[in-house]
Each structure stands twice: as C-alpha cells, then as structure tokens.
C-alpha cells in the first residue's frame, strides 16, 4: 500500500522524539498501532471515493456511447448470440444474468439497469448495495460476450469485484451527504444516530428487502450458479446477510457492541480489499513492463512506432505519422514506457518519486486514448492509477469540483444553487460512512470506530490516512 | 481476524500473480489449483504489446455466394471487412467495440483454436467458426452483398495479412507481399444469421435455399 504519506507524517513525529526509551517505547507499540489503524480506520477514503467514481463513470460512459451498439455487441440476436453464449458459460462457470432468459425485453431491462447501477454507484447512493449492482451489471454483459472487450474491460471486470469490498462511499457520495445532513439536523446529541436511525434510512430498508426478494425468486427459479462454498448463491446471500445484520445490529442491539465489531470487520476488509486493488494496479504495471523487456522490439527501441501504425489503432494516421517520425524520440518513448512501467511498483516507496511517474503515466494514457483509439481502456487505466493520487491532492480536486459547482450554478440562478450546495464534493469531508447498509449512518460509524479503538484518532490525520473525526 | 482477511488477500493476490506470471516450477505442479482460483472473474492478461507489439495489419475479408430475387446464383466480390472497420475508426474520438474488437478478435479466436490446416480443436474451435460466421453474414448484409433482397447462401473468409513498413529511419528490410489465408465456403445455415438479416420472403427463399 502507498503508506508513503503517512512515512513523511511517521519521519516528523519520530525527529521530536530522539531518546532512546522513547524510541523503545514506539517499536513496542508499533505492531499494536498498526492494528489499531487497520481495524479502527478505513483508509484512503478519497482513493477510494476516486476510483468508485472513476470505474463507474468509465464503465457508464462506455455504455452511453455503445448504446446504438448494444444488440450486435451483448443482445440475445447479436453475432454471439444467445446459443454461442450458452455453450461457453455452460463450460466456464461465468456469472451473467443475460443468461437467464433470451427474451429482447429482459436484455432491454438487464442493460438499463447497468446503467443505472452505475449512475447511482458514481454518485455513491446507498454505496454498499449498489456497488453489489454495479458488479452485477458490469459482470452480466462482459461475460455475456467476452470476445467484445479488451484490457479496458479487464480492469473494469476485477476492480468491480474488489470496490464490493471496499467502504468507497466515505466522501464524494450521497451517502456522506446524507449522513451530513442528518447529524447536522439530530444536532450534536451522543446517541442521536440511534433516535434517528430508524426513521430516515427507509430507501436502505426498502432497497434491502427488494434486492432480497429479487434474489430469493432467482434462487427458487434456480437462476443462481453454485452451492454452498464459493459460488455466487453463496457471495449474493452472504453479502444481503451482511447488510442485514448490520442493520439490526445498529437497530435493536443494546449495546453498541456488536455495531464495533461490524465496524472493525467492514474497517479490515476495506483495508484488505484496498490493498488488493493496489497490488493488482501494480501487477498490471509489472507484467506489461516485464514482459516487453523480453521483446526485440522493445530493446531495439522501435516498438512504439509499429501500434501507430496497425489499421485498428490508428485513427489519426497523420498525427501516428508524425509522432513516428523521429526515430530518436521513438525509441525514448520505448524505453521510457519500459522503464516507467517496470519502475512504478517500486516507485510506491518514495511519494515524491511516485507521484512524478503517476502524473507520467495518467499522462501517457490520456495520450493513448486519443492516438491509438482506446479511450475506454485509458479511462479504466487512468482510474486505476488515481488510487495512488494523494490525498492533500485529492482534497484540492474536490474542493475545485465544489467551487467550479458553485460557480455554474450560481450562473444558473438561486434554486440551481442550493442543490449544488448540499451535494457532494464538499471540501468539507463529512464523517465516515459507506459500509454495509442500511441504516448505517455516519455519525455512528464514527463514533463506533472512535470508541473501538481509542487512540487512533490522536494520530496526526496526514496524507493516507486523513479521515477526518467527526465533527463533536 | 485481522490475520484471516490478511491471509485471504495475500492468497488471492499470489494466485493472480501466479496467473500472470511465465510458466515456472510452481505452476507448472499447481497449474489446476490456481486456474480454479482465478477463472472465470479473475483472468486477465496484461501482456499489452509485449512482448513484441503486432507488426502485421491483418485484413479479414469475405465474399458470398448469392441468390438473388429472380433465382440466379452469383458470388460476390471480396468485402475487406478490416478495412472497412478502419475507415469507421479513422477520425473517430471514440471507437465502438464493434469496429475495434469484434472482427479483431473473432478472427484471434479463430486462429486460436484452429489448426493451421483450419480445423478445429474442440468446442472452442467449433464456437469460434460460428461466431466468425455469424459476424460475416451480418457485414454482409449491411453491405448489401448482391443487391436488394438477394439472400446469402455461402461465404468464404480469407485472411490478408501484411507486415507493416519498417519505419524510414530504420535500414530494416521487410517484405510487403501479403500472405493469405483462406479458409473453405462455408454454407450459411438459419442459425447463422444475425439480427436482421433474415431473409424477407422467409418461407419462399428458404425452401429454395436449402
């Protein structure tokens, strides 16, 4: 994980502290501190917030653009049709309700509701079921057609499996507007989350009762692949179990007990899944680089120029023309992509090392969505790398998303700009929020993580790890 | 618990290394334990232009045995689909799919699980033939091979494929003779046309197609 922000925060406190016990005194406590932060925090909640943002806008907007294309590319007619399509799940196991049935209308319906899943995981409302909707929609159409897509769909397809495990929905989201709201209207009572929990999250009561139903019809029909252990009925019923128990926990336990508990297990998995996503990030980097070293292309300094000039990736041959045609910068861009990208894992050890490369490497995508054709791909990459931005970085993007917000709306006139004021983007983080729902709400979670693990929140919020406390 | 959900990403991210890493002793004795963890949700394939980028334009083309309206059978002129992908992507800020990866892959596909005397291996090789089919009837139609109405009876698929120009500051030699690769008529069944290019007349031109 990039803990660099947090090392440059860890490298201040430990100057002030040059005696020998006081030294001794931190290694001891360190491995207990590192518990404390993984099971007390979710981290990197603007990272996360990000790519939650990043994947399911790329993915959203890939199906905007493909609409006029949606039969040919995943409808039940389509030259892979329903048929093909049948035999090869049939033999590899792939997760697609596109194969429940083979009906036009059902297609119809399985590719709104993508898209709308996507909408609503973007916007972070009710992040936790619909980022279970987004891997629905985003797993039923890729795996309905898997000759369609290429490495931009790859990483859509994990990174929708592993944001299922993340509490993405900490900032940016409707979820922390909601919360913000509500604590801003219980006022600053302790226990006002519990009086009010009840009552306001009825569209995360309903949501969970509707989702049940829809699945308990699927798994009588039998729709639903796999048995007990690892298959999808498994993960589908386990995750509504999840939000399930998680409600009651907040509605009816006595104690706050088993809501901490919750709480640190949400905080762990976020912080696991997190981690996975780096990692897989850095895998992607590490095989696309390794494996060019090995080709005699890539060491003559001549490869860049020959995907410039294939017919599928080239749409501005003029433009693929000049960028080649200087052998020198050819090859500087060759060893330059080589090194980048076998360099980058090990970047992550040193922030200001890193966020050179990470500026470098959004950059190179963004170049190649134009120059090779594959703005999907470069958008999926470009969010990809954003869970490596830092967070003092991030804050300031958000705080420009609010002004510039604000800005059009107050050209827009009055009303306009009071929408803009209570959405997202708030530079103003609000307390934390996003694991399972329903009726979880910020303030709880907050003081949930607050009272679980004392001490956490004397730590310096730097870099990383900078989730605000809650405002009381 | 910590050290459990600790456990179970270390776990998943070794078996995805191991999914993208080359052949080695490890795979090689537990090949089948990591395919059963990764696949189907968790294959990927980062070997992105590597290690070599591709060096040749391949050009799928197709041509048709047609029957036209009043009865007469004819075979078409070679259609080169590729081409006409590349003119749709040729200024074009956003590529579809559909013009970049379909034909693209189908054909990858093709060559993937077929023998180089074009015969199948398997499952695979028989799904890959029908999803080429199913493709080149369906750019057929919206071509408009052998005029209005005509119906498709056989195709032919053939794979041009040229190496692309050593750049002009390189002294390397290539050679610009495309190779072919041309696979045997293939009649078109009822199962192998795509959404809308059914015949009009079905009953009438079906009874004579067959």
């Known amino acids: 994980m990039t803990d660099t922000d947090h090392h440059s925060a860890a490298d201040g406190v430990r100057a002030g502290a040059p005696d020998r016990l006081g030294r001794l005194d931190r290694a001891d406590r360190r491995p207990a501190r590192i518990v404390a932060r993984l099971t007390g925090q979710a981290l990197g909640p603007y990272q996360s917030a990000v790519i939650r943002i990043g994947f399911a806008g790329t993915w959203l907007l890939f199906l905007l653009r493909e609409f006029p294309h949606r039969q040919e590319m995943y409808g039940p007619d389509g030259p892979w049709s329903f048929d093909l399509a049948q035999q090869l799940t049939a033999s590899n196991h792939a997760f697609t309700v596109l194969m429940w049935a083979d009906s036009q209308v059902w297609f119809e319906l399985v590719y709104a509701f993508a898209v709308f899943s996507s909408v609503l995981f973007a916007l972070g409302w009710h992040t936790r079921a619909t980022s279970v909707l987004f891997l629905v929609g985003v797993l039923s159409l890729q795996n309905r057609s898997i000759f369609m897509g290429d490495g931009g769909d790859n990483v859509i397809h994990l990174m929708s499996i592993y944001l299922v495990l993340t509490r993405c929905g900490q900032v940016w989201s409707l979820d922390e507007r909601r919360a913000r709201l509500r604590a801003e209207r219980a006022g600053e009572g302790a226990d006002r989350a519990r009086t009010d929990r009840a009552g306001t999250d009825r569209a995360g009561a309903v949501l969970w009762a509707v989702l049940g139903a829809v699945l308990a019809v699927a798994t009588l029909a039998g729709k639903v692949d796999g048995g007990f252990a690892g298959g999808w009925l498994t993960v589908l019923w386990g995750l509504w179990a999840v939000q399930g128990l998680w409600w009651s926990a907040g509605r009816y336990a006595r104690s706050d007990q088993p809501r901490i508990l919750l709480d640190v297990v949400a905080n762990v998995v976020h912080n696991a899944a997190l981690f996975v996503i780096m990692a897989e990030a850095c895998l992607i980097y590490a095989t696309a680089g390794w494996y060019k070293i090995q080709g005699s292309r890539w060491q003559d300094g001549t490869a860049v120029y020959y995907p410039l000039h294939l017919d599928y990736f080239s749409p501005w041959p003029a433009l693929s023309g000049l960028l080649s045609a200087s052998g020198v910068m050819v090859m500087l861009v060759t060893y330059g992509t080589v090194i980048a990208q076998v360099a980058f894992p090990f970047t992550l050890f040193n922030r200001r090392v890193k966020n050179v490369l990470l500026a470098g490497m959004m950059t190179e995508h963004a170049v190649i969505a134009l120059v090779l054709g594959l703005p999907f791909f470069s958008l999926a990459m470009i969010a990809a790398d954003a869970v490596f931005l830092p967070t003092s970085f991030l804050r300031r993007l958000g705080g420009w998303a609010t002004r510039a917000r604000e800005g059009l709306a107050r050209a827009c006139g009055r009303l306009s700009s009071r929408v803009a004021r209570t959405r997202l983007g708030r530079a103003l983080p609000g307390p934390r929020e996003g694991a399972p729902r329903p009726a979880e709400t910020a303030a709880e979670a907050g003081t949930a993580a607050g009272t679980g693990t004392a001490g956490t929140a004397e730590e310096p919020h730097v870099g990383f790890t900078a989730v605000p406390t809650p405002s009381p | ?210």
Request: proline share 7%; glycine share 6%.
């Open chain 2, 1 to 210: 618990m910590l050290a459990l959900v600790a456990l179970a990403a270390c776990v998943h991210l070794g078996m995805v290394f191991l999914h993208v890493a080359p052949s080695n002793t490890v795979t090689k004795q537990h090949g089948r334990a990591i395919d059963e963890w990764i696949y189907p949700e968790f294959e990927q394939n980062w070997k992105l232009f590597a290690p070599n980028p591709l060096q040749q334009n391949i050009a799928v083309q197709v041509r048709a045995e047609v029957k036209a309206t009043d009865g007469t059978v004819g075979t078409t002129q070679w259609y080169d689909l590729s081409a006409a992908d590349g003119r749709a992507i040729d200024g074009n800020l956003l590529p579809s799919h559909t013009q970049q990866n379909e034909l693209r892959r189908a054909w990858d596909f093709f060559v993937a699980t077929h023998d180089t005397t074009n015969r199948p291996n398997g499952l695979r090789g028989d799904l890959s033939e029908r999803y080429l089919r199913r493709i080149v009837v369906l750019r057929l139609d919206r071509e408009g091979a052998g005029g209005p109405d005509a119906v498709v009876q056989q195709v032919q698929v053939r794979a041009r494929t040229t190496n692309v120009p050593p750049p002009r500051w390189s002294e390397e030699q290539v050679s610009d003779k495309p190779v072919l690769r041309q696979l045997p008529w293939w009649p078109v069944a009822e199962k192998d046309r795509a959404a809308g290019t059914r015949p009009v007349d079905r009953t009438g031109t079906m009874a004579s197609g067959r």
